[in-house]
């Protein structure tokens, strides 16, 4: 049950509201048959899940983001194939991203002791 929770409340609802269509029209569909499995990431190890603690960054670099910090405890991200991860930018604004499975630097172990 939380698998389908979060696919469906904390992954594709953000991009609906929130992204442009390309980004719509690219993940909505995939996730809405389960083709692919999404993840959102938004507890820091030493900060949990307080958005105004968080201390992972964005940076903006040419032809997007660069993101730097670590997420914990993030249901069905060793599975994943999108992640919605929660950063602040350079001016301290709360920004959503989707990264896809594979990227550089993106890791997501298996977790252990969430339970």
């Not at 048959?33 to 993840?39: D, F, H, L």
């Not at 307080?50 to 910090?69: C, E, F, I, Q």
């Amino acid at each position: 049950r939380s698998m389908m929770s979060v696919q469906s409340s904390l992954v594709m609802v953000p991009i609906y509201e929130f992204g442009n269509e390309a980004t719509k029209q690219k993940y909505l569909p995939k996730l809405a048959t389960g083709e692919w499995i999404g993840c959102f990431g938004l507890t820091e190890p030493n900060h949990g899940s307080d958005p105004g603690s968080m201390v992972t960054r964005a940076r903006k670099v040419d032809g997007g983001y660069a993101l730097t910090g670590s997420k914990m405890w993030i249901t069905n991200s060793p599975v994943a194939d999108v992640f919605v991860v929660w950063a602040k930018d350079d001016e301290g604004a709360i920004r959503g991203f989707v990264l896809e499975k594979g990227w550089e630097g993106l890791s997501a172990p298996a977790i252990h002791g969430k339970f």
